[in-house]
């Protein structure tokens, strides 16, 4: 049986400050007073978990929703969002529910 | 402590107590001219002590404490106790001063804007910034550069300039004066520089940054501009209190990066160096 | 993965942001390959440019373990173990300990008990005595 999507949370976007340096966003989290600089698409992922929690597909369909996502098969892009949320969930930015 | 002097450098008011004289007195003779702390009341403490009670007086040996402390420091001897002081003033800075972001950056004033120039020891950010001074600009300090958290600008730590080894010679060869000089320390042979009386005179006057340096001694000359991303993480390691700023050095570190250049320069000498600063100026 | 952030191996503006663009603000976002880095977490070591002003030493061993001697790997043995080196005179400095660890061999300590020096200093905790001054030679783990 085909084990169930992870879930991920992350923090309101009012927990962090975002300043766009150049390619690179610096992010302060305020609940643990880490500065992160993070690079498309983690700044993306953590603002569209505001709408709630989610897996990589939900969170794929809500970028796509505001973005216009580059050109890959479906599986390619979810994995690719599994592993930056996996580094996020490393760093402190974001946990799995 | 048997001696004691108070002095104010830019914002910070210290007191050095130290359990032998000669580290008071040269001190009160390298600051001589300078302020007393405000209000008479000092924001950091400086103690030399001996680490047993003997090394007062057998091969005595100068301990750093105060306020902060850091274990596996390193005493020195009582010929290097102005060294001692220095350092002990550095230390309570660098671990103490919540008040502005710290960087580690030699900072010089023209027509109203500071030149920050960041790097570790041997990178030429003291050498520099001394012949500069020399040269006609202000003096704001070669350790530290203490940046407002209100609006960025930089405020004055004019401490002496200490010159090591062949920076003694170079900033004598353009007509300082460099004294004392102490041998055989740790760090090899420093000389210090006192700054100019306009120097200490205007130190409570700080002015906004305009364009930042990584200087690179005894490399070919070139210049490689820093992207934003990039000088933001050296400045974090530059830093000795962005960590325990929080939200404030975030801002005013995002502030910084955003609003000033960054490049990297290699120079192979002196002259060059400062040929290099005086063009990027311009064209800043 | 995450990686902390002592000296950033590579710039941070180079090769990945090249790939990835400026994201979202104008309407394109590039997710990048599956195996890149988008998190660099900033973890200054605080010990190393606190420490960049004050002259430090390592004891070798700690005060605690005084007399014991060092194998070659780090460890610390009971004195006059077979193959284990003696302690150092007198405590290294910190600039001392950096060019032990990058090879050389500073006056006044014995050539050959360079590594067992080398590795102790390497398996140092924090909280033993000397741990900060390792921290702020900043050398990188191998």
Known sequence: MRAPAIVYAADPPAARIAVALDALVAVYHRPSGVTHLLAAPSPELLDALADGPADAATLRDRLAARYDLEGDADDRITA??????????????AWTT | MRHALAVRVGPVGFR???????????SRALYQGYPAPEDGIPDLTVRLYPERPWR????????IGGDYWLPDAAPLPLAQALLAAEMGMNLQVALGWRRHLLLHCSAVERDG???????????????????????????????????????????????AASLKNE??????????????VLEATPKGTIGYWRPPADAVARMAEPAPPKLLLFPRFGEAERIEAMAPSETFVRLTQASTNYVALGQAGFSALTRLVQGVPALTIGYPDSAAGLAMVERLWREA | MAQDCD???????????????VAGRRGVLMLGAVAATSVVTIRP???????????????????????????????LVAAGTKDAVAPPPRPITGDEAKKMINGQSPAGFDPSSREAYVNYIRRLQHGTSGFTCYASLQVPRP
């Not at chain 1, 690719?80 to 930015?93: N, P, Q, S, W």
């Not at chain 2, 120039?117 to 950010?125: L, P, Q, Y």
Request: charged residues 15%.
């Open chain 1, 80 to 93: 690719t969002i599994d592993a930056r949320m996996e580094e996020m969930i490393v760093a402190g930015l």
């Open chain 2, 16 to 26: 050095i107590g130290s359990a032998w004289p000669s580290p008071v007195a040269a």
């Open chain 2, 56 to 63: 007062r007086w057998l091969r005595p040996s100068v301990a």
């Open chain 2, 113 to 159: 804007r500071v030149l920050l120039m960041s790097g570790a020891s041997g990178s030429g950010k003291s050498t520099l910034a001394t012949l500069l001074a020399l040269s006609g600009w202000r003096f704001l300090g070669d350790e530290f550069a203490f940046v407002s958290l209100g609006d960025g600008t930089i405020y004055p730590f004019p401490r």
């Open chain 2, 167 to 180: 920076a003694v010679a170079a900033v004598r060869a353009a007509g300082g004066i460099v004294g004392p």
């Open chain 3, 7 to 21: 000296k950033p191996e590579k710039s941070p503006g180079e090769s990945d942001a090249a790939a990835l663009g």
């Open chain 3, 45 to 75: 070591a605080l010990a190393s440019t606190a420490a960049s002003v004050l002259n430090c030493k390592i004891p070798i061993p700690d005060p605690a373990h005084a007399g014991q001697y060092i194998t070659q790997d780090g460890r």
